[in-house]
């Protein structure tokens, strides 16, 4: 009996094991249960024939102050219940929470990772007074922070981090006057960062990246002389960084980054003899850099790029810190690579490109063997040190547009870590060596705009390469077809490839992009093309295919981007492209995706015919693009009115064929199109008066063509007034080309329009490629710095 009792005594309060329970199971519930999920096995514990619920995994019990034969729950460490098996998130309402905010007795709480969705039950979550760690980032919490959690006094750790928050950051954060850490990144919120926040003089670190803080950096802030981190990179802040910065001695990180901040680097700086990471790149501070920065010995981290900064070199420079990591891209270097970098022998990571550097790569900088290397956008030259891919390091090469010239090194295999290598823009020649095939790591390969010759290698179909691009070279043969099965983007145009498309082309079936424009391709489009239902983008114009378009396009789903114009198709327009879903879809605003990536990544254009003019195409933007160029062929027919359907359609462009019959009335849906060109054809009737509905168009070529009647008015219409747009129809009228119509109608009422939301002329079209493509990569050590490491995941995990 007296077992029993000291047993039963032992187990946590049964309120709290309800509380428990009924958790579990909520969560659980509010997962839809079509999702593809897999549920942490630990929850397998959490059952109601156990007798304690401290023995339950995740949970933390200790005696209460009152008894040491009585258990309270203490800590929970809910993180990373569930993962996703799929591209749709699992997602988990935030009532889900409440059972737990009854348990009094928590002093930490984590439930980070979660995705939890909805607002913080902040007038529940204030009964957890005792509450000092509390972890809540990696969720999709919405809404401001409620205010109950500036009541919690007794918080010394808050993490909000990773979610949707909005709103501002209340001046009640004062209250927390024990916080050490206080970390809000990559939410919403905005407004100014509190003066009160000078209140918390017990705060080490602070970080507040990725929101849209506006203002200056508070003075108030120097007041916090316990803080070790201050980072508040990626907001709108403005105005100078405080002249006192420097007071701050205990500081080991300034981040400042991404931001709008003015005027120079403050000489204060000099006094923060603990300081390890300074990051200001992307700022608006002008003036010199100073030298002394390089006499802060224990600095380890140095990002001053992307700013009106200048760098007077030094030839006598000799460094007190020992850098892993120097940026100072765009800071106006010029002449050879500065030696004094030669002594940082822990360097991993060294940024020297936007700048106007000269000379040949050192010898000595392919010794160092560096993990990456970029160097873009300077005036380099000669050819490069074998030595350099011997490094066992070398994850990055990025030395595009510059003037290196001669073949590569035979040996360029030998570098076997190396995942990104960019060379565009060069004079290199020659044959590219087969060695570069056995590199398996390599997941991008740039090599456009040089002067290379000959055939390209083949790689292994299990390797990971998936972006190539070839173009702009001087390789011939049959197109090859030879890469990885994990190919998404393959760029071969401009070069002198022959012969038909091959039909094992299809074994890419996780290719999105495909450019062979600019080759000598003959031959018939392969109907089998239609089974690439990835491709999203696909150009061949300036060839020589003959045959029709095979009807079978329309399977292709994800299309949004078909130019296939300057070649010699001939045939109807096939009914079914107007069923193509990417091109009916509305296209989407700038897509974020490439945010997810730490470093830009550029292609050779992609070359369309714009608005009458050749221009480059830019990926970082593509999600906004699509395309439908059937120009310059041998099509005759009418026009499908199918083509009505393509509501997503920014250009349209079918101009010298041999189409006959009229203009589809549906061309009016299109209501995303800035370009339409139907001009050199056999069109006749009137032209539609729908097309007064475009809200969006800009630029019309009706010319040359048997059209009559009326040019419509009303909306759009009225600003199609250059009569170059209707040259050559010898029966039209209207107040656009100032001819009278011989019978008066009334004026068509004016369509109202939504405002254009895209300038195109504005927008600079330019081809700056983006790495956009879904990739996730941790790309060499110290590229990404992160504040807060992850927590150890070693869980078992169940399916569901």
């Known amino acids: 009996m007296l077992f029993f009792f000291f047993t039963t005594s032992l187990c946590c309060p049964d309120d709290q094991k309800q509380a428990l329970l009924q958790f579990k199971h909520s969560f659980i519930d509010g997962i839809d249960p079509s999702s593809n999920y897999t549920l942490y096995d630990g929850f397998d514990t959490w059952n109601s024939t156990s007798s304690d619920c401290c023995n339950w995994e995740m949970v933390v019990c200790s005696s209460t102050p009152e008894s040491t034969s009585r258990q309270v729950v203490e800590e929970l460490n809910l993180y990373s219940l569930t993962s996703s098996n799929s591209t749709q998130p699992v997602s988990v309402p935030s009532k889900v929470l409440l059972p737990l905010f009854r348990i009094k007795s928590l002093t930490l709480l984590d439930i980070s990772s979660n995705y939890i969705v909805g607002e913080i039950p902040g007038s529940m979550l204030a009964n957890l007074s005792k509450l000092v760690h509390l972890d809540m980032r990696q969720n999709n919490f919405s809404g401001p922070i409620p205010p109950q959690i500036f009541q919690m006094t007794s918080l010394d750790y808050l993490d909000i981090s990773s979610n949707l928050l909005r709103g501002i950051l209340s001046k009640e954060v004062s209250s927390l006057k024990s916080l050490r850490v206080l970390y809000l990144n990559d939410n919403s919120l905005g407004g100014g960062i509190p003066d009160e926040i000078a209140n918390l003089t017990k705060l080490q670190q602070l970080s507040l990246r990725g929101n849209r803080f506006l203002g ?60 390890e990471i300074l990051r200001l790149e992307n700022n608006l501070l002008g003036g010199n850099i100073p030298t002394w920065l390089l006499d802060i010995e224990t600095l380890k981290e140095l990002f001053l790029g992307g700013n009106n900064l200048t760098w007077n070199n030094t030839v006598d420079l000799v460094p007190r810190c020992s850098l892993s990591q120097l940026s100072l891209r765009s800071c106006r270097l010029h002449g050879r690579i500065p030696e004094w970098i030669s002594m940082q022998k822990d360097l991993v990571f060294l940024d020297l490109s936007e700048n106007l550097l000269q000379g040949a790569f050192p010898l000595w900088l392919a010794e160092m063997d560096l993990g990456s290397i970029f160097l873009s956008d300077n005036n380099l030259s000669g050819s490069l040190p074998s030595r350099l891919f011997e490094s066992e390091n070398l994850s990055i090469l990025a030395l595009s547009r510059n003037n290196f010239s001669g073949d590569l090194p035979p040996n360029i295999g030998n570098a076997t870590r190396v995942m990104l290598l960019m060379l565009s823009g060069n004079k290199f020649s020659g044959q590219i060596p087969k060695s570069i095939s056995h590199i398996y790591r390599l997941l991008l390969l740039d090599v456009s705009r040089n002067r290379f010759s000959g055939h390209i290698p083949a790689f292994k179909p299990d390797g990971l390469l998936a972006y190539l691009d070839f173009s702009s070279n001087e390789f011939s043969g049959e197109v090859p077809v030879a890469f990885t099965q994990d190919t998404r983007l393959l760029s071969l145009g401009n070069n002198m490839f022959f012969g038909q498309l091959p039909r094992n082309i299809t074994n890419l079936s996780k290719l999105q992009h495909l450019d062979l424009q600019n080759n000598k391709i003959t031959g018939e489009l392969p109907a089998s093309l239609s089974q690439m239902t990835s491709l999203q983008v696909l150009n061949l114009r300036n060839n020589s295919l003959e045959g029709s378009l095979p009807d079978t396009f329309s399977n292709l789903t994800s299309l949004r981007i078909l130019d296939v114009s300057s070649n010699n198709l001939e045939g109807e327009i096939p009914v079914g492209l107007g069923n193509m879903v990417g091109m009916i879809d509305t296209p989407n605003s700038l897509s974020s995706t490439s945010d997810v990536f730490t470093f830009t990544i550029e292609f050779s254009d992609l070359k369309v015919n714009w608005k009458k003019y050749e221009q480059g195409l830019s990926s970082r933007s593509l999600d906004i693009y699509s395309f439908l160029d059937l120009s310059k062929n041998r099509l005759f027919g009418e026009i499908p009115p199918s083509l009505g359907h393509l ?59 048997k059209l009559e009647g009326e040019i419509p008015q009303g909306g759009q219409m009225d600003t199609m007034n250059d009569p170059s747009y209707y040259a050559n129809n010898s029966g039209l009228c209207g107040m656009q080309i100032r001819v009278m119509c011989p019978t008066a109608e009334a004026p068509a009422v004016p369509t109202e329009v939504d405002e254009i939301w895209f300038s195109w002329e504005a927008a600079g079209i330019g081809y700056s490629a983006a790495f956009f493509w879904s990739v996730g990569i941790i790309i060499v050590t110290g590229c990404v710095d992160k504040l807060l490491p992850p927590k150890p995941y070693h869980r078992r995990r169940r399916r569901v």
């Open 216 to 275: 200056g950096i508070p003075s108030s802030v120097l007041h916090l002389q316990e803080l070790q981190v201050l980072e508040l990179r990626e907001n709108r802040l403005s105005g100078e960084i405080p002249a006192d910065i420097g007071k701050l001695t205990n500081l080991t990180t300034l981040a400042l980054s991404d931001n709008r901040l003015t005027r120079g680097i403050p000489s204060s700086i000099q006094k923060m003899h603990k300081l």
């Open 647 to 705: 509501k997503g359609l920014k250009l349209l462009n079918i101009s010298y064929n041999h189409l006959s019959g009229k203009i589809p009335e549906s061309f009016g849906d299109l209501e995303n199109l800035e370009s339409l060109d139907l001009s050199h054809n056999s069109l006749s009737g009137s032209i539609p008066r729908t097309l007064s509905k475009l809200g969006q168009l800009t630029t019309l070529d009706l010319s040359n063509n």
